[in-house]
């Protein structure tokens, strides 16, 4: 499989994910209710809620990059400042690497809290 | 005179301009599909990480995110729409699949149908979710 077609069924297939992750939640909610107890000892909920952080940063890596190469680009800067389209692809880059250090940050910070 | 110099000296409207375009209800359901995913991720997700810091650090600190919650009525209100920012992607993404997967065909009709369709279900889940949060 090309990494484009990869990326792609990644981000519909997590997208899928995250709306039973919610079925789910709303589930327990309406049931036992969500308690401390929920949060901290049922494992799993805490499997659950990993895999949808880490997916979630997945996601929005792809959709993140997606959105960077359709507005942060020579043609579509110009539309704002001829002046400001000379550094699309600078400023393109600067972006990715905040939302990539973003996105490992979120992941790490929720998956400590969640196991330690 | 070349093509390019021929252009380039037409004082021809050109109407390709971003801000001067006027968005059909589906177009303006994807851009702000797009607007809500950055601000889940560089404002929803953030703030829920404090939020779960602190409902999963103790009993104690549970109990007090939740009077926390129930006093400060600008907190509930802020936990409030940044779930409906959630609601809001989520329920768009949604109508997207369906596209993707040519569920909803990819034609005019039908995409100005299921636009609207997808903003009235937001509406009501967006309702019950403020009757919920409140």
């Not at chain 1, 789910?24 to 309406?30: A, D, G, N, Q, R």
């Not at chain 2, 994807?30 to 409902?55: D, K, M, N, Q, W």
């Amino acid at each position: 499989m090309k990494s484009g077609k990869l990326y792609w069924y990644l981000q519909r297939f997590s997208a899928l994910y995250f709306i039973s992750f919610l079925v789910y939640l709303e589930y327990t909610f309406w049931t036992t209710g969500i308690t401390f107890q929920f949060l901290t000892t049922n494992n799993l909920f805490k499997a659950a809620l990993s895999i949808f952080i880490l997916s979630a940063c997945a996601h929005a890596f792809i959709g993140l990059w997606t959105v960077g190469t359709d507005y942060l680009t020579k043609r579509t800067l110009g539309f704002i400042s001829t002046n400001l389209s000379v550094y699309a692809d600078v400023l393109r880059k600067i972006y990715e690497t905040v939302f990539f250090i973003l996105g490992v940050l979120i992941a790490t910070f929720y998956i400590s809290i969640i196991w330690f | 005179m070349t093509f390019v110099t021929f252009i380039m000296t037409q004082n021809r409207p050109v109407n390709i301009n971003l801000f001067k375009i006027k968005l059909p209800l589906s177009a303006f359901l994807s851009i702000t599909h797009r607007i809500s995913g950055i601000l889940i991720f560089f404002l929803v997700l953030p703030f829920s990480i404090v939020a779960y810091y602190e409902l999963a650090k103790s009993q104690s600190s549970f109990d007090n995110f939740m009077s926390i919650y129930d006093t400060y009525l600008g907190i509930k209100l802020g936990c409030i729409f940044l779930t409906l920012i959630f609601q809001y992607h989520i329920f768009t993404g949604f109508r997207h699949i369906l596209m993707d997967f040519h569920i909803i065909s990819e034609n005019l009709s039908s995409s100005y149908k299921s636009a609207v369709v997808t903003l009235a279900l937001f509406v009501l889940n967006a309702l019950l979710t403020i009757w919920i949060m409140l």
